[in-house]
């Protein structure tokens, strides 16, 4: 595997959860590098999402361990998450579409004036400062997110998750309800981010996507860990044969999944 | 790169459109008020004329005070995506307690009419409201029992408790002071109170536009034009001094001026006195409580939080927001808001009894759903619902000047409801 040297940004040891006496996630383990971009594979059910609702503090595990930055952490919250610096975009953006983009993208993390209101002027401020970057086109700062095209609800969802100088950062299906010149977009912004040293985890269905994007891919079947590999040392033929049948290919680290 | 000049406005749909988008007036709202226009204006001339007198109005904004309190409550509640039934029964059982602390109990220690008897009274009130909307907010967030069944629950117990405090027994009369928060000639505030507390709402309109303004500029945001800015102001500072002229040219009854006369010692002239009332206690107390929880939703963090969940709870819980706390707290206000009507309702009845706020529930719901409060969750405005209040007690206290039978009056105010909501959903999908 690459970069042993180096202390993993995430490191999910041992993961496992059940609802209702399914095993959604069981027995998983992953992790992130610095700079580093993992996939995160599977079919729908494979329990990608509830791995990664985990680590962004939606879900308690029922067992195994999370390490930051090589220690201990306790995320039992999704506030707790973004303590350590792990923000998310869902797949379903997650926003209230009442409130306008600023709102948003500051929920539960609003910028107070001195009197302890909202300080609704520098909020729209920042928010057109990041929109800029992200969505240049971007006008709507006053109407509420319902109002707003896939693309630009996305656009708030992306702004949310990096204005606060996120670390780690989980994209659930980021390009899923995109076009393509939206698509090619959130790739750019993947590597824009990854030079900056942001660890991402990429989480989707399409492997075409993710071995443009990732360095890494983990693949999950049944709850279970199929194996991990280097995107260079397997081909996307190999790594469909993991997701479909469980199979482990040589240039993969197995794991307990692999039949 | 070629990238259009960012600082260009989006074109707008019609020029109407832009017109009032550049004023950033609430369109909906707009349509309130023409709504209640129109029918008061329906029921003045119905009435010959009585409805559209200082009289008639004064006593109008009083009737409304009570609803209208509870009413801004209500609209957090359903923004949450919850409701809560029990507001009439709060305000019973409130009411027989504060009536027992004033008549009973504090008189045997303070004496009668002590200063404090009303302040206690008062305080009483709402930190009993408080505690038991408090209650239910946890029953509700944190045992996850559906708000409809736990504030059903609420309606019978809390009606309950209230015939329970003595058995049934009506108290009364309440303590001299206290009465001036139901209104009447105790709680007139009288000219020179009203027009001082009128300018002073002028200057702060003026400031509040002033500032927020400035503060746009200062971040480079498009703004309204002068002009309009200015309108908006004469517009508001307008109505402000309507009202209070109203308030003001409705005079005290002849026996109570005279009586006034007497005790400062004014010599009663021959064609008597003209003591204008004044805005009346209960309404000033209804525009504060309006006026702090339009602040509590939108310009504090409590509010956004409120909304935000009633848009997307799932957002608001992912988002790192304590949703259950917020929605104990919505509650806990929602129960403070009983208290204060349960004050200004006892006080104007000048009697305590179990039966106080006897479907106030109702009429609560309905402002807030005629202001505009959408039962979805996630949309409504705290000044709608007390429109929504003052429409409602327009339409009743129109019909009883029209002698229009009780039960016909219930007829009307129902199916005006249901109106109301059909007319705002086709709104509401014609703007989206």
């Not at chain 1, 029922?62 to 350590?84: C, F, L, M, Q, S």
Request: glycine share 12%.
């Amino acid at each position: 595997m690459q970069g042993n040297g180096t202390t993993p940004l995430v490191e999910m040891r041992n993961i496992s959860i059940a609802f209702g006496g399914i095993k959604a996630v069981d027995g998983v383990s992953v992790d992130l590098r610095p700079g580093e971009v993992v996939g995160l594979l599977g079919h729908n059910g494979a329990g990608k999402s509830t791995l990664i609702k985990i680590l962004s503090g939606a879900y308690k595990p029922d067992a195994g361990e999370i390490y930051v930055n090589g220690e201990r952490a306790d995320i039992d919250t999704p506030r707790d998450a973004k303590g350590y610096g792990i923000e998310t975009i869902y797949q379903t953006l997650a926003l209230a579409d009442n409130i306008d983009a600023a709102g948003n993208i500051f929920l539960g993390r609003e910028v107070l004036t001195t009197y302890g209101t909202l300080d609704d002027a520098t909020m729209e401020a920042e928010t057109r400062k990041v929109m800029a970057r992200l969505n240049p086109h971007f006008r709507r700062f006053k109407e509420p997110v319902k109002a707003l095209s896939g693309g630009q609800r996305q656009s708030v969802a992306i702004a949310r998750a990096i204005y606060f100088n996120a670390r780690v950062l989980i994209m659930d299906e980021p390009t899923a309800a995109l076009g393509p010149a939206e698509t090619q977009q959130v790739a750019d912004l993947v590597l824009q981010l990854k030079k900056e040293g942001i660890g991402i985890f990429l989480i989707s269905h399409d492997i075409h996507d993710v071995f443009g994007l990732a360095d890494r891919v983990s693949v999950m079947k049944n709850g279970k860990l199929v194996g991990s590999a280097n995107v260079q040392d397997v081909t996307q033929d190999e790594v469909l044969g993991m997701i479909i049948l469980g199979k482990c290919p040589p240039g993969a680290v197995p794991g307990p999944g692999a039949s | 790169m070629t990238v259009p000049a960012a600082t260009t406005a989006p074109p707008q749909s019609t020029a109407s459109g832009s017109l009032l988008s550049r004023l950033e007036i609430d369109v909906r709202m707009l349509g309130m008020v023409a709504a209640l226009a129109v029918i008061w204006v329906l029921f003045d001339l119905l009435s010959g004329g009585l409805f559209l007198t200082p009289r008639n109005l004064w006593n109008l904004s009083v009737q409304t005070a009570s609803i209208a309190v509870m009413a801004t409550g209500m609209v957090l509640v359903i923004v949450t995506r919850n409701i809560d039934l029990s507001v009439g029964a709060i305000l019973g059982v409130v009411a027989m307690i504060i009536g027992v602390v004033q008549v009973q109990l504090l008189p045997s220690w303070l004496g009668f009419n002590h200063w404090l008897t009303a302040p206690i009274a008062v305080l009483v009130a709402v930190t009993v409201g408080g505690l038991i909307g408090l209650f239910q907010g946890w029953l509700i967030a944190y045992l996850a029992i559906p708000s409809f069944i736990v504030t059903l629950g609420g309606l019978l117990v809390w009606r309950g408790a209230a015939w329970w405090v003595t058995t049934g027994q009506t108290i009364a009369p309440m303590d001299a002071n206290f009465k001036a928060l139901g209104g009447g000639i105790e709680g007139a505030l009288g000219a020179t109170t009203t027009w001082i507390i009128a300018a002073v709402a002028c200057g702060l309109i003026v400031v509040a536009l002033g500032f927020s303004r400035r503060r746009r500029v200062r971040f480079g945001f498009p703004v309204r034009p002068a002009w309009a800015e200015a309108a908006i102001a004469l517009v508001a500072c307008g109505a402000v001094l309507g009202a209070a002229a109203i308030a003001n040219s409705y005079p005290l009854p002849v026996r109570t001026a005279r009586r006034w006369a007497e005790a400062n010692g004014i010599p009663w002239p021959e064609g008597g006195l003209f003591i204008p009332h004044g805005v009346a206690l209960p309404v000033l107390v209804a525009i504060l409580v309006g006026l702090v929880m339009t602040f509590l939703a939108r310009r504090m963090r409590f509010g956004r939080y409120v909304f935000a969940i009633g848009g997307n709870p799932e957002a608001a819980e992912l988002s790192g927001i304590n949703t259950r706390w917020t929605l104990m707290k919505v509650f806990g206000l929602m129960g403070f808001l009983c208290g204060i009507s349960a004050c200004i309702s006892t006080a104007r009845l000048n009697a305590a009894t179990n039966a106080a706020g006897t479907l106030d529930e109702l009429y609560v719901i309905a402002s807030a759903v005629i202001g505009g409060t959408s039962l979805a969750g996630g949309i409504g405005t705290i000044a709608g619902a007390m429109l929504g209040a003052l429409v409602m007690q327009s339409l009743q206290s129109g019909m009883v000047l029209l002698g229009v039978d009780a039960p016909l009056q219930n007829i009307v105010v129902g199916a005006v409801l249901v109106l109301a909501v059909w007319v705002d959903g086709l709104y509401r999908r014609r703007i989206k």
